[in-house]
């Protein structure tokens, strides 16, 4: 009874927190408001500045923020579990650097942002498609031969990417191609929530769906076979599901790093291990966590950091303290 009540009690957390940070958030920034200032903004009372800031910057890059930070998180939480490995994050099948490198092409082909977030999101799915179609032709250990495709697979994406920032302007492309493999949330819209809403909503579903046989996965390969899981098409929809919302997420946010590897291990100090509790708790947390740092990025100095540098310094010592902390090492 009382595991149960400490359980209740961080999943309580895990969705009041990000609640609290995402009003916050809507209050903080170079155009502030007072909670008057906010109460009056909802009731249409404001001024036309105010609202044109509320309803157009504020609120679609925070809801932005929940989507992509959710997304990464729940990803990275299937991966842990499917890979059974704590150190796995979503761009180990190469989502991320396939991403960039899309991007990046379509930045130095004078690409709209339209285009932009297209080829990220197709070189996104293609990276990880290819990563498991070598990992599959690895037949001694299929786990291990699809993680080293990932790198793989990854690391050659990266090499593109640099090669096309020797290519690019350096007075007007550079910077942009730049400053879009840092990361960030300043340049999106409702539009662009909307158009990723499906995917991450469809991804969404379908890991909710696996909790069960992921957990499963976790047990071990034979043990989960031995309970009549077809473990090879379970990782594949795990994979699928994954890659969409890595993908989906990364094209408009940028590369953005360590949430979907630090934010499944707070939720398990929360709510445990077990998938049916985490997921959702992951999608709280990394949303909120997500926000807390854009927020961040666009109050602590009047030039806005990347938000992926930004992740860096926060997930990097936090992981380090996790670490310590746990001194039996990861769960």
Known sequence: MPEAWVLKKGALLAWILPLLICVVSLCCGAYGFTVE????LCRGEGADTALAVLWEIRLPRILAGLLVGGALALAGAAFQGMFHNPLVSPDILGASAGAGFGASLAILLGADMAGIQTCAFVFGLAAVGLATLIGSRIQADPTLGLILAGILIGMLCSAATAYLK?????????????????????????????????????????????????NLLTQGEDEARSLGLNTRRIRL????????????????????????????????????????RLFPVCLSLGGGFTVLVDTLARSLSSLEIPLGILTAFVGAPFFLYYMVRRKSGFA
Do not use: E, Q
Request: charged letters at 10%; one cysteine or more.
């Open 166 to 214: 020797i290519l690019a302007d350096p007075d007007s492309k550079l910077p942009a191609i730049t400053f879009w493999l840092m990361g960030g949330l300043n340049s999106v819209n409702l539009h662009d929530v909307l158009v990723v809403l499906a995917p991450m909503l469809l991804g969404i579903l379908g890991l909710m769906l696996l909790r069960w046989p992921i």
């Open 237 to 276: 929809a795990v994979i699928c599901c994954a890659t969409l919302l890595s993908a989906s997420a990364v094209c408009i946010s940028g590369v953005v790093g360590w949430i979907g590897l630090i934010v499944p291990h707070l939720g398990r100090s929360l709510v445990g291990a077990d998938n049916r």
């Open 37 to 40: 200032d906010f109460l009056a």
